[in-house]
Structures are given as structure tokens and as C-alpha cells.
Nanobody, 119 residues
Framework: QVQLQESGPGLVKPSQTLSLTCTVS??????????WCWIRQPPGKGLEWVGA???????YPGPTLKSRTSISRDTSKNQFTLQLSSVTPQDTAVYYC???????????WGQGTQVTVSS
């Protein structure tokens, strides 16, 4: 069974770049036809799809954050990462990584990590 674990700083200052890593165990980030995604949930709001990368390394930034989002993967470490630039307090959220056979079809989730943007 694939397991995911997010890691990264819990506090980021406005205008800085938020960097999160998702470590995958029990499977490879190169699993055929598998997608690795970032999702976030701001306080009091619903889930928002941030973006994804897939088994080939192709990336799919979400439409609302596209200009600020960079997603990559490291096959040697079996990890994929999210970088979100020029953050504001509106980027405060619980960030989840997830994996599954489609962009919006997940069968494994990380536990989530709280990121607060504040000076």
C-alpha cells in the first residue's frame, strides 16, 4: 500500500516561497499511469486542487495558482515537491499530497501539513 508523508516549514513569511515535499513509500513515483497531486484546504473553506505531476514527470499546475506554482519530482528520493511563490496570508492552509490513477482520483493521502503565512 502506498503511503505519503508531507514535510516542510509550518510558517512562511509573506512574499517568500513555500516549499513542501511529499515522500512516497510502498510504491514508486514512476508507477505507470499514476498521478501525484497537491491539494490544500484553507481555514473554513473546501478543498482546492493545487496541481500534480505524473508517472512521466509531466506537471499540471492548477488554474488558479498556475503562475505561482512549480511541481517537480525526484525519482532517486521517491519524492515530489511543491513550490508556491509570492505567498500571502490567503495561502494559509492545510496542504495535502495525494496519489491515484487520475488527476482527481486518489487512493492514497498524506496526513496533511499546516502552513501559515504570516510575518
Amino acid at each position: 500500500q502506498v503511503q505519503l508523508q508531507e514535510s516542510g516549514p509550518g510558517l512562511v513569511k509573506p512574499s517568500q516561497t513555500l516549499s513542501l515535499t511529499c515522500t512516497v513509500s510502498g510504491g514508486s513515483v514512476t508507477i505507470n499511469n499514476y498521478y501525484w497531486c497537491w491539494i490544500r484546504q484553507p481555514p473554513g473553506k473546501g478543498l482546492e486542487w493545487v496541481g500534480a505531476t505524473d508517472y512521466r514527470g509531466t506537471t499540471y499546475p492548477g488554474p488558479t495558482l498556475k503562475s505561482r506554482t512549480s511541481i517537480s519530482r525526484d525519482t532517486s528520493k521517491n519524492q515530489f515537491t511543491l513550490q508556491l511563490s509570492s505567498v500571502t496570508p490567503q495561502d494559509t492552509a492545510v496542504y495535502y499530497c495525494a496519489g491515484g490513477p487520475g488527476y482527481f482520483e486518489f487512493d492514497s493521502w498524506g496526513q496533511g501539513t499546516q502552513v501559515t503565512v504570516s510575518s
